[in-house]
Every structure is written in structure tokens, then in C-alpha cells.
């Protein structure tokens, strides 16, 4: 009993005299706990601030700022307009791509140097057997030409890096001789080509074809021209105007039915004009069938009505129909010597810039590349 009452006597309550001696201990292990945490809190938070200084930053600026940088930057530089594309092989249709290959500059003054260059369209099946030989030919004129080559879609070229055709391939569809194809697959070079701001004048060969004088002087003769060399002649013939069909009228009147050579060079202008033209070629591709051969009439015809003064009236392709039949003379190693060689060049007479000349045809059809060993024929 004594010990009982001395707690009363002393005026304390038990009960609270025993939760206070229990209480006492947790306010500083609460505290510690708490700055045990803060102290973690601190150091992650340090860490976490290195590591996105050092890395993140770095990371963000490697990836982020490409990304954003053509916003900002090409649509700004006149770059942009007048580079070539890097890359042939793009994903254009033909429709989107004609409609892009015809712009054309509402000012006619350049606001830059532009080398104004000659494009070789190249329409083969395939392989370039006398590749060496144009190697050789554009050695050391870069700048001055475009190359571009028009297979069949199951082709794949191989070209080493340093050849003037590696890369060169287009996207290409099938082309049939004698068929609106044909003409589609020159449409479609053209519009590749007509990418290009700096290219001027535009010649059409195939893998047969050669030239006939050096760079210099070809690149000259078609820059000085006033004309575009495509042949366009009325033929009152059955393999002319027998061709005709009257329900291309009115669009083309018989008067005005035109044949020519399927190879030509022309200047820029009219190549805007023919990958540009929805009047006459819904015409030429339903009523110029196979026994019409549209590639013989589509473009001559088209062109004479549009820009007749433009039209030198002649090919700059020197072709042997000679020897009859539906396609021209081939030649092989042991028919190229040098009197074969003068007899093309000095037996031509012809109008150039409205005055006689001698010089009337630059490239050549020559070749079939089934008799072709041109390691062997030009070393």
C-alpha cells in the first residue's frame, strides 16, 4: 500500500507519468530516420543532376537537334531549290513526278552562277556494254553533264563508285517497243532529269549508241544551237499519214500528223512541254496503236504544233537504214575502223543555225551489244 500512495501524494498521475517515460525516446529517432532520408534525397538528387548533365544533355542535342534543324534552316536557303537530288532512286509516281519536273521559274534570270549542263538519258534493256567508251568521253568535263539511265525494272546496276553511271538508275516500268510505253519511259528520263535546274539540253540514246566527236565539241554545238534536234517531216506515205487516225481530232488535224526519229535532243523548254502535255497524249494513247508505232509520231507531231520554230527538223543521230527492215544496221568490232568512222562525218550535209554545215551528227547508233567486246575494241 505504500507504494502506492506516495505517487498520489506527490501529485503525479501514474498513467501519464508512465506514457511520458515512454514517449521520450521517439522524437529523435523520428528526427534521425527523417535526416537519414532528407541526406538521400540530397545525394540522389546531386547524382541525378550530373547524370543529365553529362549524358542526357549530350544525348538530347544528338538526337533533338538534327531533327529539328531543317525547320528552321533549308526551306530558308535558296539551296535547296537548285541542288540536285542525291538520290535517283525516290518514290514518286510518275504522276507526282511529272507534275514536279514542271515547274518551271516564273523570272528567267538566274540569282545564282548556274553551268547550264547536258543530260544523257540513257533507255536500255540492262547492261551499258560500251560504258568504258562513255567513260572515257566525260573523263574530266564534271559539272557539265548529268547521267541518267532508264532499264528494265528487273535490272539492278552495278556500277563501281567511280563510274559517271553508278547511282544513276531511275525508278523504271516496262517498255515495249512500238507502245505508249515507250513513250512514258522517255517522259519519265525527262522529268528525272528536268529535277536538275542546271541541266539545259537533254539527249536520248540507248546502250547502242556512241559519240562521234569529243565532249568539247558536242557540249558546244548544243548550247550554241538555236534549235532542238528531233525529226519531225509530214509523210504522205502509208507508214505517215497512213497512221492517222481521225478520231485524234480536233486535238490533231492529218495536216498536222508529223513522223520522226524516236531519238532527239531538245532544250529545256520543250522538255517542260512534252512531261506537261495532257491534250495530245490521252489522244496518242488510245488511237496510235502498235501498227502505229506512237514513239515515232507522239512527240514530233505534239512538238510541231506547240513550238514548230523551235525545230531543227532533224536528228542528231546518225542511223544506217540502209539495209531495210524494221530496225536500223547494227554494227560490230571488225565494221569500226577509221573509213568508217569518215565516211559518217564527211559524207553529212545539213543546216545548223540556219547555215550549212558538215557537222550533223554527234552520236551514233552503231552497236548491238550482243557483238560488242569493247575491252577488245577500244583497249
Known sequence: MQSRVVPLEEGKDPAVSIKASQSKPFPIRLLQIFLLFLAICIAFSIISMYTVKRVGVQTARGTVRPAFKPC?????????????PSNLLHKMG????????????GIKKYPFKRIPKIAFMFLTKGPLPLAPLWERFLKGHEGLYSVYIHPLPTFEAKFPSSSVFHRRQIPSQVAEWGKMSMCDAERRLLANALLDISNE??????????????????????????????????????????????????????????????????????????????????????????????????????LTIEA????????????????????????????????????????????YNNQSSSACSTIGMLMSEAKLDVQKTYG
Not at 556512241?210 to 565532249?215: D, E, G, K
Not at 481521225?246 to 531538245?266: C, H, L, Y
Open 308 to 351: 514548230a520554230p523551235l525545230l531543227a527538223n532533224r536528228s542528231l543521230t546518225w542511223v544506217d537504214w540502209s539495209r531495210g527492215g524494221a530496225h536500223p544496221a547494227t554494227f560490230g568490232r571488225a565494221d569500226i575502223t577509221v573509213e568508217f568512222f569518215k565516211r559518217i562525218l564527211e559524207d553529212e550535209h545539213c543546216i
Open 72 to 84: 528552321f534552316d533549308e526551306p530558308n536557303t535558296l539551296d535547296l531549290w537548285i541542288r540536285p
Open 201 to 302: 539540253r537533254f539527249v536520248l540514246v540507248s546502250e547502242s549508241c556512241i559519240p562521234l566527236f569529243n565532249f568539247s565539241v558536242i557540249y558546244d554545238y548544243l548550247m550554241r544551237s538555236k534549235y532542238s534536234f528531233i525529226g519531225a517531216f509530214d509523210d504522205p506515205g502509208p507508214y505517215g499519214r497512213g497512221r492517222y487516225d481521225k478520231n485524234m481530232a480536233p486535238e490533231v488535224d492529218i495536216t498536222q500528223w508529223r513522223k520522226g526519229s524516236q531519238w532527239f535532243e531538245i532544250n529545256r523548254k520543250l522538255a517542260v512541254s512534252i512531261v506537261k502535255d495532257a491534250r495530245y497524249y490521252p489522244k496518242f494513247e488510245e488511237f496510235c496503236k502498235p501498227n502505229c508505232y506512237v514513239d515515232e509520231h507522239y512527240f514530233p507531231t505534239m
Open 94 to 105: 510518275d504522276k507526282e513526278l511529272l507534275w514536279r519536273a514542271s515547274f518551271v521559274p
